[in-house]
């Protein structure tokens, strides 16, 4: 995995893998435990823009008193979340320690600065996992410290990077964070072969899918896509009216787009990227202020993605249905052998690897952090007994 270059020495006292059972060496039991819980909680949260953080409080004796999370981009972070609850629930924080997957936030951004949020709660202790990419100079911690709160970072740092590992890796490149949607049938079509794609998925997956448009900040297709569906790409409620959060309709391809395609809208919130390169457009795309995109199809655009290495998230809506023919999901990965197969893992965060909508299965994965070398070898007997 490659770590932002911030990451690579910073004082990360806890070198094991997730430490589920273990105590870290210079904090307590009760901090180890609560940063335990905050990881589970901060994977509850939704993938893009921001990362997943979790944050919990405990009193003097250990106790946990109050569980955060963040849920996404435009709500509170988790420090928030968790002395938004604490404020409910008439809990006086002084005195507290708070336990947080990610160092907290110095910046004003849509929530306010956590940072300062804990100095007020008084919070004597801050114990989090890994440094805000952001602004690791000068970050949350060093504004704590200044206030006299005790601040200390390590614990949890292999399990909280992990989490957002692809988060991480996108916010060291300058890019936004992907998340490419494929719904498709039983045997990986997309459309049949009429070219008829609407609709594949279940009323319940259309319903999540665009759920997920009203939180990304951009969407993106093919300019086949648009020349062949004429895709509105808007959000939508489940009785078609418009949410109210709409993305960026981005296209990408060098054919023009018709002054009368639906993409176009009246609302001026739609790019055309005259261009083939992936990298290109999530240059632009970052430049416009993107942060979370979703790519939607077609096949081309898919695969051109998923080639590059440019996928962080992969949501895939399988259709009990049967098709033979048509359009396929995926075209050429530029995998030639089965050593060089693109794997992915299960991922439990945000909702969990499998769900089902409706009649159809909704499957959640990100990028896998192993390789087909790392698998164990199998030997010519293995191949001999059956191949298949
Ligand atoms: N089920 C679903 O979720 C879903 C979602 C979307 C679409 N669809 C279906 O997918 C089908 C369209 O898929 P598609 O693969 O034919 O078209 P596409 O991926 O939508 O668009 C392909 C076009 O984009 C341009 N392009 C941009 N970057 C490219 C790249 N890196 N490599 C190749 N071409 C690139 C090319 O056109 P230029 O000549 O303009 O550059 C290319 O012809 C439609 O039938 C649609 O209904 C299904």
């Not at 049938?185 to 070219?195: F, K, M, N, Y």
């Not at 048509?326 to 060089?340: K, N, P, Q």
């Amino acid at each position: 995995m490659s770590l932002p270059a911030q990451h690579a020495g910073h004082d990360v006292e806890e070198q094991q893998a997730p430490h589920q059972g273990f105590q870290a060496a210079g904090f307590s039991a009760a901090e180890t435990a609560a940063m335990d819980t905050a990881l589970a909680a901060a994977a509850r949260g939704p993938r893009g823009a921001n990362p997943l953080v979790g944050a919990v409080v405990i009193d003097a004796d250990g106790t946990a008193l109050v569980t955060g999370y963040h849920r996404g981009a435009g709500t509170p972070h988790a420090e928030a979340d968790a002395i938004a609850q604490a404020r409910e629930a008439g809990l006086d924080l002084a005195g507290t320690t708070m336990v947080v997957t990610l160092e907290p936030c110095n910046h004003c951004g849509r929530t306010g600065p956590c940072a300062r949020a804990i100095i007020d709660a008084g919070i004597t202790d801050v114990v989090y996992a890994v440094d805000d990419p952001h602004d690791p100079a000068a970050g949350g911690a060093a504004t704590l410290r200044a206030a006299g709160v005790r601040v200390r970072s390590g614990l949890g740092a292999v399990a909280s990077l992990d989490l957002n590992r692809r988060w991480f890796d996108a916010v060291a490149a300058r890019r936004p964070f992907v998340t490419l949607h494929i719904a498709q049938t039983l045997d990986s079509r997309i459309a049949a072969s009429d070219g008829t794609s609407q609709w594949i998925s279940s009323a319940e997956s259309l319903a999540d899918n665009h759920a997920l448009r009203g939180r990304i900040d951009a969407i993106l297709v093919g300019t086949q896509t648009v020349l062949v569906d004429n895709p509105r790409l808007t959000a939508r409620t489940p009785d078609g009216a418009h949410a109210e959060r709409q993305p960026l309709r981005a296209v990408m391809g060098l054919r023009p787009i018709p002054e009368d395609a639906a993409v176009n809208g009246t609302d001026g919130k739609v790019l055309h990227l005259p261009t083939r390169d992936p990298r290109e457009v999530l240059d632009r795309l970052f430049d416009a202020g993107v942060r979370h995109l979703m790519v939607e199809g077609g096949s081309k655009i898919l695969s051109a993605f998923l080639a590059a290495g440019l996928v962080d998230e992969l949501i895939v809506y399988l259709a009990p249905t049967l098709l033979g023919s048509g359009t396929a999901a995926l075209g050429d990965l530029g995998i030639g052998t089965l050593a060089d197969a693109q794997h992915w893992d299960w991922d439990e965060a945000s909702g969990g690897a499998v769900q089902t909508l409706g009649r159809d299965l909704r499957l959640h994965l990100r990028p896998a952090t192993t390789t087909s070398s790392d698998s164990t070898p199998r030997s010519d007997a293995d191949t001999a007994a059956g191949g298949n």
